[in-house]
C-alpha cells in the first residue's frame, strides 16, 4: 500500500538530548512536509522540502533540523535548543509542487514528550 | 484577516441533521483552499482543494462553497452520521506564501446515535 510512514509513534526527550523523527513516503511525492500540532492550535510549517537536497524554512524552524538526501525520505531532528518541543509531529507529502491542486498526504504522527 | 480561522470550535449534531462550519481567510492574494478531514487515531485525510471564487464541491454527502472575494468557505454535513465525527480542518494558500499552506486550528464535530 503507497503512503507515509512516521516512526516512532511515541518518544520521549531527555534534557540536553537530540531525537529524530522519521518519516518515510513510498507515493513518490516530489514535496515532503513537517507539521507541529499543540493543543487548541493549528498545524505550524516546520520545514519542507520540495525536492531532493533542497529544503526551505517554515514557520517555526528554530530548534529543528532537517536532511533530504533520498527522495522517500524526511527525517526531522528535534535539537535541544528546541525549549518546548512537546507536541504532535505530522509529516506529509504531495505531488508536483507548486501547482495549487495538489492535496497533501499525511502520515500518521508522532508524539514527542519531554522527560 | 490575517490568519485562518475556524468557527465554531466544536460542535454536536444529532444522526440525521445537517450542519454547517465556517473557514476564514486571507482574501488578498487568494491562491487556494483546502478542507481536509482528521478522524481519531487516523492520518488527516483531504476532502477538497478549491481555488476558484465561486467553486462549489461535493463528495457525498460532504460539499464546500468558497467566496475568494470575502476570505471564506462553508463545509457541509447533509444527514450526519456517526462516522462523519472527525475534526475538519481548512488551510489557505497565498501568492505570497506560495507552497505553504496555514492551518486553522479546525472544528471538532461530534454526531450522536
Given amino acids: 500500500d503507497g503512503g507515509i510512514t512516521q516512526s516512532p509513534k511515541y518518544l520521549f526527550r531527555k534534557e540536553g538530548q537530540n531525537v529524530t523523527l522519521s518519516c518515510e513516503q513510498n507515493l513518490n511525492h516530489d514535496a515532503m512536509y513537517w507539521y507541529r500540532q499543540d493543543p487548541g492550535q493549528g498545524l505550524r510549517l516546520i520545514y519542507y522540502s520540495q525536492i531532493v537536497n533542497d529544503f526551505q524554512k517554515g514557520d517555526i524552524a528554530e530548534g529543528y533540523s532537517v536532511s533530504r538526501e533520498k527522495k522517500e525520505s524526511f527525517p526531522l531532528t528535534v535539537t535541544s535548543a528546541q525549549k518546548n518541543p512537546t507536541a504532535f509531529y505530522l509529516c506529509a507529502s504531495s505531488d508536483r509542487p507548486g501547482v495549487t491542486n495538489e492535496k497533501l498526504f499525511f502520515g500518521s504522527g508522532t508524539q514527542l514528550s519531554v522527560l | ?113
Fill in chain 2, 1 to 113: 484577516i490575517l490568519n485562518v480561522e475556524q468557527s465554531p470550535q466544536s460542535l454536536h449534531v444529532q444522526e440525521g441533521d445537517s450542519t454547517n462550519f465556517t473557514c476564514s481567510f486571507p482574501s488578498s492574494n487568494f491562491y487556494a483552499l483546502h478542507w481536509y478531514r482528521w478522524e481519531t487515531a487516523k492520518s488527516p485525510e483531504a476532502l477538497f482543494v478549491m481555488t476558484l471564487n465561486g467553486d462549489e464541491k461535493k463528495k457525498g454527502r460532504i460539499s464546500a462553497t468558497l467566496n475568494t472575494k470575502e476570505g471564506y468557505s462553508y463545509l457541509y454535513i447533509k444527514g450526519s452520521q456517526p462516522e462523519d465525527s472527525a475534526t475538519y480542518l481548512c488551510a489557505s494558500m497565498t501568492t505570497d506564501s506560495w507552497g505553504k499552506l496555514q492551518f486553522g486550528a479546525g472544528t471538532q464535530v461530534v454526531v450522536t446515535p
